[in-house]
């Protein structure tokens, strides 16, 4: 059974910085494609960004492009996402997603993730 935690969320004023982290149990990074997703309340789980299993596709939001960063650190089995020029409208619970099978044009499909986070919390200040 594949487990994921989230931790790294926090307080940060405009114009910041962050970087979550997702430690994967239960399973290898290079078996496993990784996305972020936020949810702010009142609105749905939106995508943020994704890695497939191979690590040779990385894939962004329009609004995380440009200023967020997925990478993966194999030997610690940990996903990272580095929030810079973070801005009010970022605020939300961020998850984090694993699964065995999707790939490609589905990395930004929420329900095609088996395996969720308990979340982290990302409040920017204006």
């Known amino acids: 059974q594949v487990r994921v935690s989230e931790s790294g969320g926090g307080l940060v004023q405009a114009g910041g910085s962050l970087r979550l982290s997702c430690v994967a149990s239960?399973?290898?990074?290079?078996?496993?494609?990784m996305g972020w997703f936020r949810q702010a309340p009142g609105t749905e789980r939106e995508f943020v960004a994704a890695?497939?299993?191979?690590?040779?596709?990385?894939l962004y939001s329009d609004s995380a492009q440009g200023r967020f960063t997925i990478s993966r650190a194999d030997a610690k089995n940990t996903v990272y996402l580095q929030m810079n020029s973070l801005k009010p409208e970022d605020t939300a619970v961020y998850y984090c997603?694993?699964?065995?099978?999707?790939?490609?044009?589905?990395?930004?499909?929420?329900?095609?993730?088996?395996?969720w986070g308990q979340g982290t919390q990302v409040t920017v200040s204006s």
């Open positions: 239960g399973g290898t990074l290079s078996s496993l494609s």
């Open positions: 890695m497939s299993w191979s690590g040779s596709t990385t």
């Open positions: 997603a694993a699964d065995g099978v999707v790939t490609g044009t589905d990395l930004h499909v929420y329900h095609e993730y088996e395996y």
